[in-house]
Structures are given as structure tokens and as C-alpha cells.
């Protein structure tokens, strides 16, 4: 399943476990589960209607414990980025130079992550992305965001 949502549409690339591993806590245990299932969950306020991210166990706007999982549209624009030409770990340097970006999700919430694209070409504040999922572990997916193509506005879990 994961497998067609790959950020690399060409070249897939063998789940790795040799980078760092995130480690799920209580409130972000669904955001994890959601994304090795290939969707991107974040939290939204009942009580005063908005989304949060990241997931706390608290609304940060009006501090109702009211809030649910949602499923995101997974589309957004960059907000801010940067290229990394030195590895953050020995396990990016095969990635080396990498982006790493703000993004804007539609439902106005910004997350940090991953963007997968040609390097400089097109990577720019303002382009859209789409979210994708990259396995970096067997039991782990991590979110991260590949230019959006224009061709359609549909999900990536649609194609
Ligand atoms: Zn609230």
C-alpha cells in the first residue's frame, strides 16, 4: 500500500533502518498509524472549530480538550525551506543535497518535512506539494511532501 504512495515515483527505495526512527508517544501514536496506511491525520477543535498541529493533547487556541483526528487533504504550498548540503546524519548522506521545508497545509496548519524535488529546479516558496509517505522502517512511514504535478487535484491515495 505504501508502496504507491512512494515520494520516489521512479527509483523506490529500500525502506532503511538505519537513520533515526521517530517514537510514537500518546498523542502521536494515530498521526503514525495513519501514515503507514498512507494518509496524512491531524487534529482538529471541536469546540472552536480549527486545526492543530503538531498533535497535543490540548486545543492551543482555546485549551478544550475536545479534539479529534482528521484526515488532511495532504495538499499545501511551501511556506519556507531550505537545501541541506551536509548531512544531517551519516544515514542522509545518499540524499545529500536534500530540501527540508515549512509546508502550509490547505486546512492552515504548517509541519515540518521532507520535500522531494529536482534540486533547485522548481523548488521555490508558494509551489504546491502534495503529501507522500516514505517507509523508513517496517513499521514506520514518514510524511513528506513531493512538488504537486498539476495534472490532478486528487490525492495521492486516490492514484
Ligand atoms: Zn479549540
Same mark, same amino acid.
Given at each position: 500500500m505504501i508502496q504507491s504512495l512512494?515520494?520516489?515515483?521512479?527509483?523506490?527505495?529500500?525502506?532503511s533502518t538505519q537513520g533515526p526512527q521517530p517514537v510514537p508517544t500518546t498523542e502521536t501514536a494515530p498521526y503514525w498509524q495513519a501514515a503507514l496506511e498512507?494518509?496524512?491525520k491531524i487534529q482538529f477543535c471541536r469546540s472552536c472549530n480549527r486545526h492543530q498541529f503538531y498533535p497535543r493533547r490540548f486545543c492551543?487556541?482555546?485549551?478544550?480538550?475536545g479534539i479529534e483526528w482528521v484526515q488532511a487533504s495532504g495538499r499545501g504550498h511551501i511556506y519556507t525551506y531550505t537545501?541541506?548540503?551536509?548531512?544531517?546524519?551519516?544515514?542522509?548522506?545518499?540524499?545529500?543535497?536534500?530540501?527540508?521545508?515549512?509546508?502550509?497545509? @490547505?486546512?492552515?496548519?504548517?509541519?515540518l518535512a521532507g520535500i522531494v524535488a529536482p534540486i533547485p529546479? =522548481? $523548488? +521555490?516558496? #508558494? %509551489?504546491?506539494? @502534495?503529501?507522500?509517505?516514505?517507509?523508513?522502517?517496517?513499521?514506520?512511514?514518514?510524511?513528506?511532501? =513531493? $512538488? +504537486?504535478? #498539476? %495534472?490532478?487535484?486528487?490525492?495521492?491515495?486516490?492514484?
Open positions: 512512494h515520494c520516489h515515483k521512479e527509483t523506490p527505495v529500500t525502506p498512507g494518509r496524512l492551543t487556541e482555546c485549551l478544550s480538550d537545501v541541506c548540503h551536509v548531512a544531517a546524519h551519516p544515514a542522509f548522506e545518499p540524499r545529500v543535497p536534500y530540501a527540508i521545508g515549512m509546508v502550509a497545509l @490547505e486546512e492552515g496548519v504548517r509541519m529546479d =522548481r $523548488l +521555490a516558496i #508558494g %509551489e504546491p506539494v @502534495e503529501v507522500c509517505f516514505e517507509p523508513i522502517g517496517d513499521a514506520v512511514a514518514l510524511p513528506m511532501f =513531493r $512538488l +504537486a504535478d #498539476g %495534472e490532478s487535484t486528487a490525492s495521492p491515495k486516490q492514484r
